[in-house]
């Protein structure tokens, strides 16, 4: 292994490798020779090793380098029960770095087929958690957070930390972003917190206190949609623990954090504390693009922005929208987990330019609530129905409002935020009553959030 990885040996290594795979069929590759000398098997050890620890010290290039060693060496040498964690990690890279989603999907098959394969017991946990940062590209999150939390129990029992901290992480992002009940979301949130408590290992590594501090940061955040006035950072201690993190170059856990804050302030008309949120995501964000937060971040980011534009219409604010909604398209039409997201943001994008006629809006909505509908993402479904309420308001349409209205309350009551109903109806209440003037959203202005807290509350 060299000492210094430069970006020329990462290339030449890159093609080689992308050479041997183009090759190989899957048949070819799972009929490949199992290892049986334990040296060539402990070379697979430790260079999966050293990408899995380069991940926590932040060294993109020896993350990508040793992954690519394992994974020619495996196609060269054969199967160890490393190669598909080895195979997982390429396809990590796949995503994060070069944004292959086709390739990075295809790797993930692989290597789970591998897995299955080989039947190695200490394998599973990493394989199913390596595999839910490739799958959904082209699978619903909803069907990858059960496995998932079935990897989080064998962790808490094997005390496998690390992968338990990770395998609860990526459960309780997954819960958020498929519209599960939030009863369940804040159930995984302190299941992440439940990982730390257990074991009280502080000098485990460096991320680990931080890592307990994001999952207090993100149970903070779910336990806010019971109440809703804890947005500020001091009620997140965000300086404390953002300090941290950058102390330590933890950027992934500042993402996790951060972006789950966005979708509260959104949801709860913050647009400016949004905005705000947005722009100390712009590094933080290149670390999670590869995860279930991606579907969350780009969907918010564009839902705040076209916030922002009907508040102020400035062409900076619409073309930041834009490019969100064509990072969630890039995933392609048939990506389960963007493509309602896409139709969504679409429906609010025409509903800003929309004049007179308002059946071409009508339809995108519809179209935009099968595809939620048919995703099973309730939560997406009711914001939709809740904007569709405004913009028919804006239009003095306001018996088709209240019918919007009233869809988007039953929605959020399903998916569990008490809080939300409380503002939302307090808020078409108010903006039924009062009429709404063009390009005025309500951003918190005719309804204060202690108000909607107490109205929330059982």
Request: neutral net charge.
């Amino acid at each position: 292994y060299p000492t210094k990885v430069g970006l020329f040996r990462i290339i030449k290594l890159w093609y080689r490798v992308k050479r041997l795979l183009r090759e190989k069929s899957v048949d070819d590759i799972l009929s490949l020779p199992q290892l049986s000398d334990q040296g060539k098997v402990s070379v697979h050890r430790f260079l999966l090793h050293i990408s899995a620890l380069s991940v926590s010290a932040n060294s993109k290039a020896d993350v990508v380098y040793a992954c690519l060693m394992l994974v020619e060496d495996t196609i060269v040498q054969g199967l160890s029960k490393y190669s598909a964690n080895g195979l997982g990690v390429y396809s990590m890279v796949q995503v994060k770095i070069f944004e292959n989603y086709e390739h990075a999907f295809k790797l993930g098959q692989l290597f789970l087929s591998i897995s299955q394969e080989l039947q190695v017991a200490d394998s599973v946990v990493g394989t199913t958690i390596l595999s839910v940062g490739v799958l959904h590209i082209k699978k619903p999150i909803r069907d990858l957070v059960d496995p998932l939390s079935r990897a989080f129990d064998r962790c808490f029992s094997d005390e496998q930390v690390f992968f338990g901290t990770t395998a609860a992480c990526y459960s309780l992002i997954g819960s958020l972003a498929s519209g599960a009940h939030l009863a369940d979301v804040l159930e995984n949130s302190r299941n992440f917190i439940g990982m730390f408590r257990a074991y009280q290992q502080e000098g485990l590594a460096r991320w680990l206190l931080p890592m307990r501090q994001c999952a207090m940061s993100l149970t903070t955040v779910f336990d806010n949609w019971l109440d809703a006035s804890l947005l500020t950072g001091e009620a997140m201690h965000e300086d404390e623990f953002l300090r941290r993190c950058e102390q330590d170059d933890l950027q992934v856990l500042i993402g996790h954090t951060l972006n789950c804050k966005l979708l509260l302030a959104y949801h709860f008309g913050q647009y400016t504390v949004a905005e705000s949120l947005l722009k100390k995501l712009v590094i933080p964000f290149k670390t999670i693009r590869g995860s279930f937060q991606f579907y969350i971040h780009h969907f918010f980011a564009s839902m705040t922005y076209m916030a922002l534009y009907e508040d102020h219409p400035k062409r900076k604010s619409l073309r930041k929208a834009r490019s969100h909604q064509r990072q969630l398209a890039l995933r392609g039409d048939d990506c389960p987990n963007s493509t309602p997201l896409v139709k969504v943001l679409a429906a609010e994008e025409l509903s800003l330019a929309v004049a007179g006629d308002l059946s071409k809006y009508e339809a995108a909505v519809d179209t935009a609530a099968d595809a939620c509908t048919e995703a099973g993402l309730v939560h997406h479904k009711a914001l939709l129905y809740e904007r569709a309420g405004f913009t028919y308001v804006r239009h003095n349409a306001n018996i088709k409002a209240r019918d919007y209205f009233d869809r988007a309350l039953a929605l959020y009551d399903e998916w569990g935020s008490l809080a939300k109903c409380a503002y939302l109806d307090a808020q078409s209440q108010a903006v039924l009553l009062t009429g709404m003037q063009k390009g005025s959203n309500l951003a918190g202005t005719m309804v204060d959030i202690p108000i909607v807290v107490v109205c929330s509350q059982p």
